[in-house]
């Protein structure tokens, strides 16, 4: 019990001290005006047409970008769900697409793809004689939904498509013997059941495009802003605190809000659904004149189409130099020179990527796996919220988190560590509460008699952690290493708001080069990027902790 109590008060500290008290001051000054208290600032947000056309887009994408995610999900969910073919195994593992690729570098292929000089313009107007662009949905709303679906259909796939494949076949036959057809069995049978599942994935993406930086702020142009981006603009542009405290405080209570609602969905989602036996898959090809197997296979090649194509262009990019094959893009990564579109040569970026995605990474699983052992060993009346106050980063933006950092920590600790230091500490406040999530069912799982046998053996608190505990957990404990490094070195939110000189990370250099139309060396730091994430992910799914408790990334 001491321990335990002693452990809370440290993990309370840490976090009072990182985060707590930083994010109170910048809620705080949303709540000033001239050094008193009042709702001035809240009133100007609140009250703003701009503002509140802000708020109300942010909303309005956040719920197109889901609806979008959902007509493309669904089918793929349904066909990964109920059917056979050759590939089936390579299509599921690429629903792993949104904890593989940053989001920088899905706006980077959109670009390249999807851009009025990109590679599907390029194609349409030399098979058909064009002579302008068909396609021109960049820098518009669609433009920002589409690339929001592209990285979130994935996971309604994932989501909806695991639960398919465990409903009881003996309800399908029963329907069948009735004299049910396919379509009437699929309405009547399988969607209640999926139903759940469909809303759990449908909250999960909404909270994911209502918090989407990196995508809208490269892709939004100058005509579309979002709460995310206008908190950015307020802090680091403007140099607003007042507003940006403000606007703050609307994004975490709506954001707050957004998270319970889909906690709530992912509970209904947890019903088992499961009967004695899986349910056959059947084979696609099985019937080739059925009209809706014809459609799932049209299907399937648009999204090979739709998925494939944003990062092919990036890979054929970064091996092409003023129109020819070159490598020279990746020997740039190797230059050890100034860059001034970095602030820093592009090697001491991608020494900081690591540097950063270590420190954060270090700091992140030790304290993760703390509040884990706290949550699952706590049997008092508080323990609800206890989680939620623990829990708290889990539901904000990485922008407002980076910003309480800057304004709490920033000067001193950069003084005392270095620059980076900031960007690892607002990394590991993020993604603490996803090492929690990892680690909470491998705790959860280790048997307390055990360890109470050691105790009784004589064993001392060193020993039975070394001897007992550890065996039991450390596989776990590299997931959430492994996962947490893959966050931290894709993330660009916070980092973005913490930059300074000789500070910019991978996404970061990515988004400078971008911005400055740089496209080849972004597509080669992109590559590295995705590979490096993508190796990641693939130690996750040999671990097996690649599960659908670890997938929300900013």
């Known amino acids: 019990m001491r321990r335990r109590a002693a452990l809370l008060l440290v993990v309370l500290a840490l976090l009072a001290v990182a985060f707590y008290v930083p994010l109170g001051r910048v809620i705080s000054e949303g709540l000033r005006s001239d050094g008193a208290w009042s709702a001035r600032p809240l009133a100007s947000i609140l009250g703003d047409p701009y503002y509140v056309g802000i708020i109300g887009f942010t909303l309005k994408q956040a719920g197109l970008s889901t609806l979008v995610a959902l007509l493309i999900g669904l089918p793929g969910a349904l066909l990964l769900g109920r059917f056979r073919f050759p590939g089936r195994g390579v299509a599921r593992s690429l629903t792993a697409v949104p904890f593989v690729l940053p989001a920088i570098t899905v706006a980077l292929g959109f670009v390249l793809f999807w851009g009025r000089g990109g590679a599907l313009n390029h194609a349409l107007m030399s098979w058909f004689g064009l002579a302008r662009p ?7 709303m669609w433009g920002i939904v589409l690339a929001h679906a592209f990285y979130n259909a994935p996971i309604v796939m994932r989501l909806v498509s695991s639960v398919w494949e465990t409903i009881d076949p003996e309800l399908d036959e029963a329907a069948a013997a009735l004299g049910r057809g396919p379509i ?18 449908s909250a999960l993406v909404f909270v994911l495009c209502f918090l989407s930086f990196p995508i809208v702020l490269a892709l939004g142009g100058a005509r579309f802003t979002t709460i995310e981006v206008e908190i950015y603009t307020l802090v680091r542009t403007l140099l607003d605190p007042e507003r940006g ?20 969905a992912e509970a209904m989602a947890a019903v088992p659904v499961s009967g004695r036996r899986r349910r056959p898959l059947r084979s696609l090809f099985a019937r080739p004149f059925d009209l809706g ?4 296979c049209v299907y399937g090649v648009l999204a090979l189409g739709f998925f494939a194509g944003p990062i092919g262009a990036i890979v054929v990019d970064s091996v092409r130099s003023q129109g020819a094959w070159s490598l ?5 990564l190797l230059t050890a020179g100034y860059s001034p579109l970095l602030g820093a040569s592009p090697l001491r970026t991608v020494a900081t990527s690591l540097l950063v995605a270590g420190v954060s990474t270090a700091a992140a699983v030790p304290l993760g796996t703390a509040v884990a052992a706290i949550s699952v060993r706590s049997r ?5 919220v206890l989680e939620a106050l623990l829990m708290i980063p889990l539901g904000l933006s990485s922008v407002a988190v980076g910003y309480a950092v800057l304004r ?12 980076w230091v900031p960007i690892s500490i607002a990394h590991a406040i993020l993604n603490y509460p996803f090492v929690v999530r990892v680690m909470r069912p491998v705790l959860g799982s280790v048997d307390p008699s055990v360890i109470d046998a050691a105790r009784t053996l004589g064993a001392g608190p060193a020993r039975r952690l070394l001897t007992v505990e550890l065996p039991a957990v450390w596989k776990g404990v590299a997931a959430a290493g492994v996962f947490a490094f893959a966050l931290s070195i894709g993330e660009m939110s916070a980092a973005i708001v913490l930059m300074r000189p000789g500070t910019a990370t991978l996404p970061l250099a990515v988004h400078s080069l971008l911005a400055s139309r740089q496209f080849g060396a972004a597509s080669a730091m992109a590559v590295v990027l995705i590979a490096v994430t993508a190796g990641c992910f693939l130690m996750l799914d040999r671990l097996g902790a690649l599960t659908l408790e670890a997938r929300w990334r900013r």
């Open 134 to 140: 068909p396609v021109r949905v960049l820098y518009s």
């Open 184 to 201: 009437r069995r699929l309405l009547t049978v399988d969607a209640p059941l999926v139903l759940p599942a469909v809303l759990s994935a």
């Open 245 to 264: 405290g403000a606007l703050i405080l609307v994004e975490g209570l709506l954001s707050l809000c957004l998270t319970y609602a889909y906690l709530q």
């Open 293 to 296: 197997r014809i459609a799932l």
């Open 328 to 332: 020279g893009n990746y020997r740039y």
């Open 380 to 384: 008092r009346r508080g323990r609800r």
């Open 408 to 419: 709490g920590l920033g000067g001193a600790v950069s003084r005392v560590g270095g620059a």
